[in-house]
Structures are given as C-alpha cells and as structure tokens.
C-alpha cells in the first residue's frame, strides 16, 4: 500500500500555494481584399489613414461580442506583432519592433483596446482573449468554450470562413521556485493532465489533430555573485563564453541526472518561442529565435544558443516534453523532473535561495484550425 502511494506520488507535482496562473486564446485571421472592400471607407482609399475605417469597424464587431458574451479582456492585434501575455502585479502593455506583450493580473485588471497602424494593411489580425477571475484553470475549459462561440459570432457577422481561423489555447503556471525559503509555506498539487483530457470532464471536446505542447521555461537573472563564478579575467576581457558554458554544462549535467534530454539554454538576449514541428530547429528571427520540437520524436538532446561578446540580464532554460514523458496521469512526474535539475542546478551556481529567485514558468499549449 505504501509503495501505491509513493507511485502515485510521483506522479503529482507540489508547487508553491501563490503560483500564478494565467490563460489567453488567440484566434488569428488573414486579411484579404474581400474583407478590406466590405468594412473599409471608399473615401479613405487615397488618404493617409485608408485603413481606418477598416480596423474601426472590425474592432468594434470585436468588442461588441465579447460585452455580449461577458468576456472582460479583449485585445485587437492589427500589426502583425507577435503576441505574448505574462503575469504582473500591474497592468501595461509593452511594444517593440516584433513583439506586443501583455502584462496583467487576471484578478484584478479587466481591458479592452486595439492595436493597428491605420496606413498600414496588416497581414493577419489577432484576437486575444484574456481570462479573467480568481480560479483560471478549474475554469479554463468554460473560458475556451466561450471564445470558440465569440470567434464564431465574429466570423459569421465579419463574412469569414471558420476554417481561415486558427485558435491557440496558452495556460501557464509561474512560480519562483525558492517560494518556501521566501516564505510561502503552502503548496498545491498538479498532475498537469494534457488539456484534452481536462477539457473532456466539462463536456468540451479538442479537435484530434490539435497540436499539443507541454514545455517549461525557467529564468535565472544574472548579478554579481553569478559572474564570479568564472575566471575574472575573461569577463575582464568582456569575453563571457566561459561563463554560458560553465552554466550550460551545469544545467545539463544536471538535466541528464534527472532523464531530461530535449530542450535549450538561451543566453543571447532573444526571446525563445516553443513550437510544435514536424522537424526539430532552430532559427532567429530578428528579436525571436524560434525552437521547433516534435513531442513524438525521441528526445534530441539540447541546443545551447548564447552570444558570448553580450552580458544578457539572464539566461533561459528550456525543456520540451515529449509523449513520452506523459504518463496515465499527466505531466507532473515531467514537472517533478524538471524542479529537481533546477534544484541542482541551483546548487551548482550556489544560489542564495532567500535572496535570489529562479522563476519557473509551465506552459500547456494546443493549437487548431477551426
């Protein structure tokens, strides 16, 4: 009986009481001629704001369902950004050249606005739904019904075929994983079932060709302790190879103790996009350096991308789960597994646990045309 109960145990994972969750869909739809001639003014045409009228009214049919619908959080996306939403105690919108990041707290901060350049024709428009509420994934099923009924009012009343559509579930678990010596004594358990299976006990059903991603991303920023740990006169020499290596080969080193075998270190300042792939890659996009990853393949071991003439402010770590690491239950034998390489690691960088954080974010992802 003991020995039932240590199986199950293993495959549940116990992580801080004040992790934060979070959950938004994107529904994304190209722009086509048809769809400028029917919402766009003709007197606009040869203006130096001809799109106005078009991402006005568009927006608007937006926001219009989701106040019928209750849905509190909705953001436009009409300039071709790539789209990423965060946890944050306060609320903004930061923007740069690629990318257009939401910072929010699903409790607290409710808004709706639209982003687009109105002399300029986007090539797809983004529909971003944020949750909102105080017990996002118990209710993250619901949520993702109601979205697939706002984008199919939309589609029916913008004149758009749901199969231009394709939606994105993202839900997150963040955590620092020194919480405890930071205080927080309590814990919550996961099994971190696949999304299919949770959405299947409320009556909602996933497509079968959906493409599911489980992954975690875990942060270490860097301070003067950390840059310590090599020779100083490398860094004297503004030459920091030697510390990505040291780090690298001490997360993986400690990844392998723990039979983790498929994912990267990115210390390069860039942003790591996870994507599900026929083919394993990797390839940078301007501020994105995209990593592609086919969960039925056998694991492949890690890439390690940093930039050793840059000092990043941290360095990320990134593991993919495959099919294999999904067992009856779910994901937390997975998860367990990856807080004990942190935990290792940690210790290897002879982090300071009440002073220093190491943020651990879970990602559960499915994708579908709709």
Request: aromatic letters at 12%; glycine letters at 4%.
């Amino acid at each position: 009986m003991a020995s039932s109960r240590m199986r199950s145990a293993q495959h549940k994972a116990f992580i801080p009481s004040l992790a934060r969750e979070n959950q938004y869909l994107l529904a994304k739809f190209p722009v086509t001629d048809e769809l400028i001639a029917k919402f766009s003014d003709p007197s606009e045409k040869y203006s130096d704001q001809p799109y106005l009228s078009f991402y006005k009214k568009l927006s608007k049919l937006f926001f219009d369902i989701n106040e019928e619908l209750h849905i509190e959080s909705g953001q436009f996306v009409g300039n071709d950004k790539f789209t990423r939403v965060r946890f944050s105690p306060e609320k903004m919108t930061v923007q740069t050249k690629q990318q257009i990041l939401f910072l929010y707290n699903s409790r607290f901060h409710q808004s709706e606005h639209a982003y687009f350049n109105v002399s300029r024709r986007a090539k797809k428009i983004t529909l971003v739904f944020l949750s909102n509420g105080t017990d996002i994934r118990h209710d993250s099923a619901k949520f993702h019904k109601k979205v697939l009924k706002a984008v199919s009012m939309f589609a029916e009343k913008a004149g758009i075929e749901k199969e231009k559509f394709r939606v994105c579930d993202h839900q997150h678990l963040t955590f620092d994983l020194f919480a405890k010596e930071k205080g927080d004594e309590g814990l919550q358990v996961h099994k971190l079932r696949p999304l299919s299976k949770r959405y299947a006990t409320d009556g909602v059903d996933l497509p079968e060709d959906d493409s599911a991603l489980t992954y975690a991303v875990a942060d270490i920023r860097f301070n003067r302790r950390i840059k310590q740990l090599v020779d100083k006169k490398e860094l004297d020499k503004e030459n920091y190879g030697a510390l990505y290596s040291f780090i690298s080969d001490a997360f993986i080193s400690s990844a392998k103790q723990n039979n983790l075998n498929n994912g990267a270190v990115i210390a390069n300042g860039l942003t790591p996009i996870v994507r599900m792939t026929d083919d394993e890659f990797v390839s940078v996009n301007g501020e994105l350096i995209n990593l592609g990853f086919n969960p039925e393949h056998e694991p492949c071991g890690f890439s390690c991308q940093w930039d050793a003439n840059k000092l990043v402010e941290k360095v990320q770590f990134v593991f993919v789960a495959t099919r294999a690491d999904q067992t009856s239950h779910g994901y937390g034998k997975f998860l367990n597994q990856v807080e004990d390489t942190l935990d290792s690691l940690a210790k290897k960088l002879e982090m300071v646990r009440d002073k220093e954080q190491l943020i651990l974010r879970i990602n559960q992802h499915v994708g579908f045309d709709y």
